[in-house]
């Protein structure tokens, strides 16, 4: 029993996190060029009250 275990955790076990790993990166959805201009605008925005609340 211990060698199958052990048969799994080292021959299938990182097929296995290497196929999840690749399905996730294939399904991440991409950010559409509004979105993209959205973020960066409120990434300024945060960026700059962080330095206004620096300089009191």
Do not use: C, H, N
């Amino acid at each position: 029993m211990g060698d199958y275990l052990w048969f799994f955790t080292v021959g299938i076990a990182p097929f296995l996190v290497a196929a999840v790993m690749i399905y996730a990166l294939l399904r991440r959805r991409r950010l559409s060029p509004e979105e993209k201009i959205a973020r960066d605008e409120k990434t300024r925005e945060l960026y700059q009250d962080r330095d206004k609340g620096r300089s009191l």
